[in-house]
């Protein structure tokens, strides 16, 4: 028999039961789960446990026990590991409560309160207040975001985590991201992150995460039906049957047909993607991309899609444009009146990606002239939309050519509810400090882990 102090005793009974508690639960580290089962007996922890009581209900003033060799010696190689796990791992009944979670939704008004699966909205709050309640945090709910006294400002200061969605977003400047002092993680309920300073949250720790692919086929359809929309010149054809109107002429002069065209997509990821894939049926003449790497071969191949690695050259051939790309530094004002005079006269643009990718003032210039026969999509620079933006009345000199919606597109109902499930995915797994689906990292605990926001180290 070997000895053991009672003070290691007491370790060595933790540790052990702890073992056999992460056999049971499969939460062991990978370095333990391989171990052999017999050095993993639950026997191996009681046997030390009732050997221990014993020795302190006996009133016993020696400072050791005895245990088999063997035994102490499979329960010595369990501490540094399980030491290491432990000191890793949170558990979910003993997760840090009274965490400060701000959220910055839109409002439902009374649509909400009749349909309760628009989680995006304050008053359904993404269906994680109770949950958040019940394990102890507070769960504040806003979108009141604009100014020093809002809401979003007033609470950023102490907040530990920030939930807000691109269809009403809180924007994170590099000095309100100064200002919160206790803001460790940012999570987009949807896709795109540009409404937060990213530079400036590498630079202070701040993680960054969406809940990437819950809406990308949500805005791949709308951008199909945008673009048939403008090419088929609906809207305006719907407005004259409003009017009591009835002149086929008045619209057909401008209503085409999208096969025999040339269709291509600035950014072909998951959505631009998805956009050709939608767009095989249609017999277009050709269907082109622009982005700043290749498709691999079988995946250009899969939608008979061409690289154009110049952008003015690209849109040069293009009937229609679509805009699929992230909003960062090399985009903003990608889409400006000097790039516009290379687009064919006449042809029509789509953006559901970004607002401020595009050059509003010059955008709507290039529809009052005809130089663009329409624009349409539901993202804007600003929002809400200040209701003088030129993008809300604009039109081409045939009095249509405009496709502009609220930002919809990507929360549709079943996008809804697929990225209020993925933000309470990445919640519990910040919670039990767990990883995350790298998928979803913008911003890691090492910085970027992403080009998709510009070509970074």
């Known amino acids: ?202 630079a202070k720790g701040i993680e960054v995460l969406e809940v990437t692919g819950s809406n990308v086929v949500s805005v791949a359809e709308h951008v199909v039906m945008s673009i048939l929309l403008l090419v088929r010149n609906f809207v305006p054809a719907h407005e004259m049957i409003e009017r009591g109107d009835w002149l086929v002429s008045d619209i057909a002069r401008n209503a085409y047909d999208l096969e025999g065209k040339v269709i291509g997509t600035i950014g072909a990821g998951r959505i631009g993607y998805r956009v050709l894939q939608r767009l095989q049926p249609f017999n277009t003449k050709e269907l082109l991309y622009y982005d700043y790497a290749p498709l691999p071969e079988e995946a250009a191949k899969a939608v008979n899609a061409r690289r154009v690695a110049d952008l003015k050259e690209f849109v040069s051939q293009c009937d229609v444009v679509t805009v699929n790309c992230p909003l960062h530094e090399g985009t903003r004002g990608l889409i400006n009146a000097d790039l516009l005079k290379s687009f064919k006269k006449g042809a029509w643009l789509v953006n559901t990606a970004r607002g401020a990718i595009c050059d509003a003032d010059a955008v709507a210039a290039a529809v009052k002239s005809g130089q663009l026969n329409g624009y349409a999509g539901d993202v804007w620079n600003v929002q809400p939309a200040p209701k003088d933006h030129p993008w809300r009345s604009m039109k081409n000199p045939l009095g249509a050519g405009n496709g502009m919606v609220p930002h919809y597109s990507g929360t549709t109902l079943d996008a809804q509810a697929r990225y209020a499930a993925g933000t309470r995915e990445i919640l519990t797994n910040y919670f039990e400090n767990k990883p995350q689906n790298p998928a979803n990292i913008i911003i890691g605990k090492a910085g970027y882990e992403t080009k998709a926001y510009g070509q970074r180290k």
């Open 1 to 202: 028999m070997d000895s053991v102090d009672l003070s290691e005793a007491v370790t060595l009974v933790f540790l052990s039961l702890a073992a056999s508690m992460f056999c049971s639960s499969n939460q062991l580290a990978p370095d333990l789960m391989y171990r052999k089962p017999a050095d993993r007996s639950v026997k191996t922890s009681i046997e030390l446990a009732i050997s221990l009581q014993n020795k302190i209900s006996a009133g016993g003033t020696g400072a050791t026990l005895s245990l088999a060799p063997k035994s102490l010696t499979s329960l010595r190689a369990y501490k540094a590991p399980l030491r290491t796990h432990i000191s890793k791992s949170r558990f979910h009944s003993s997760a840090p409560s009274n965490m400060k979670i701000l959220a910055v939704l839109y409002d439902g008004h009374q649509a909400a309160q009749e349909e309760p699966r628009l989680l995006g909205t304050t008053e359904n709050k993404l269906g994680i207040e109770k949950w958040l309640k019940d394990l102890g945090h507070e769960f504040i709910v806003t979108s009141d975001k604009e100014g020093p006294n809002s809401v979003f400002q007033k609470h950023i200061t102490d907040a530990e985590v920030l939930i807000t969605t691109p269809f009403h977003p809180g924007y994170l400047t590099a000095d309100l991201v100064e200002k919160a002092k206790n803001l460790k993680i940012c999570v987009t309920a949807g896709v795109g992150s540009d409404h937060i300073d990213l530079n400036a949250a590498v």
